[in-house]
């Protein structure tokens, strides 16, 4: 059966850095193109970044609130795939969830909380 | 970047009753590939989301029959025939055509 299993979130201050990760099981994660989505306490679902395969160059696509800020990034090897954040906002504060092949798999999510 | 907008944002209908949500994308999502990306994405309460249906009317597997998803284009529609209790929680159509990838607001099937 298919597995996203996120790890690594936590409560962190302002400006500060988080790196998630996301271990896969169970399909070809190296056939794969990979995400991340976010949702803010009571809010609805933002796609935040995403990855591709090698045949792609591992191509990497952001929503503009995190650009410049966010790094998508996978290990084949692994079958893992990671979000590095830098200088997080308190908007950032939300359950990240890793997911698979346009949505179709989902992770049971981490949650990241950005406070001072 | 493509808005989705889905309408209603809210939803009551009875066990039984069948519940239809709309969602336009701001401009057409039909890919260079022919296909069209867009997807219906289900949420229940204190869970991770699920997809239903994958471009715009394919059911992924273990969904229900009683799902449908029609459109083209820019006008997407999700039916659910014969609600049932565990139907109930937040819809977000989603487009995977153009990053990028954007979700519609939400609608949110309660029971009446």
């Known amino acids: 059966a298919v597995q996203l299993v996120e790890s690594g979130g936590g409560l962190v201050q302002p400006k500060e850095s988080l790196k998630i990760s996301c271990a896969a099981s169970?399909?070809?994660?190296?056939?794969?193109?990979m995400y991340w989505v976010r949702q803010a306490p009571g809010k609805g679902l933002e796609w935040v970044a995403r990855?591709?395969?090698?045949?792609?160059?591992?191509?990497?696509y952001y929503a503009d609130s995190v650009k410049g800020r966010f790094t998508i990034s996978r290990d084949d090897s692994k079958s893992m795939v990671y979000l590095q954040m830098d200088n997080l906002k308190t908007e950032d504060t939300a359950m990240y969830y890793c997911t698979a092949s346009v949505f179709a798999y989902w992770g049971q999510g981490t949650l990241v909380t950005v406070s001072s | 970047d493509i808005v989705m907008t889905q309408t209603p944002l809210s939803l009551s209908v009875a066990i039984g009753q069948s519940a239809s949500i709309s969602c336009k994308s701001s401009?057409?999502?039909?890919?260079?590939?022919?296909?069209?990306?867009l997807n219906w994405v289900f949420q229940s309460p204190g869970q991770s989301p699920k997809r239903l249906i994958y471009q715009v009317s394919k059911l992924d597997s273990g969904v229900p029959d009683r799902f449908s998803g029609t459109g083209s284009e820019t006008d997407f529609t999700l039916k659910i025939s014969r609600v049932e209790a565990e139907d109930l929680g937040v819809y977000y159509c989603c487009q995977g055509s153009y990053s990028p990838y954007t979700f519609g607001a939400g609608t949110k099937l309660e029971l009446k």
């Open positions: 990855i591709r395969t090698k045949p792609n160059n591992y191509a990497t």
């Open positions: 169970g399909f070809t994660f190296s056939n794969a193109a």
């Open positions: 401009q057409s999502l039909k890919y260079s590939d022919g296909k069209t990306y």
